[in-house]
């Protein structure tokens, strides 16, 4: 995979605790980072997923079914954290 390189500023306590977090692990910085990044995106990529299940969800529901309520607390196992 291609790689860049980026420039960003973080808080002196924030540093060492990636530092601390580097050696205890036995990783490189770069690595702590690439993967924190990565695992921020994913849970905001499931939460705009549940916001548009959600919108969709009560878009269609402003017809009520019969079995409405058995669908709405289905939707709730399957989308809650």
């Given amino acids: ?3 860049s390189t980026s420039s960003f ?3 002196d306590e ?3 605790r990636l530092e601390n977090a580097a050696r205890r692990m036995n990783k490189r910085k ?3 980072i690439n993967r924190a990044i990565e ?3 994913r849970g905001y990529s499931r939460t705009q997923l549940r ?5 969709q969800s009560l878009l269609a529901s402003r017809k009520r079914w019969k079995d409405a309520a ?3 607390a289905a939707a709730a196992e ?3 954290d």
């Avoid at 916001?51 to 919108?55: G, L, S, V």
Wanted: aromatic content about 16%; overall charge positive.
């Fill in 70 to 72: 058995k669908w709405e």
């Fill in 51 to 55: 916001a548009e299940a959600r919108r």
């Fill in 78 to 80: 399957v989308w809650s």
């Fill in 30 to 32: 770069n690595w702590i």
């Fill in 1 to 3: 995979m291609a790689s």
């Fill in 14 to 16: 924030l540093k060492r």
């Fill in 39 to 41: 695992e921020y995106l």
């Fill in 9 to 11: 500023r973080i808080p």
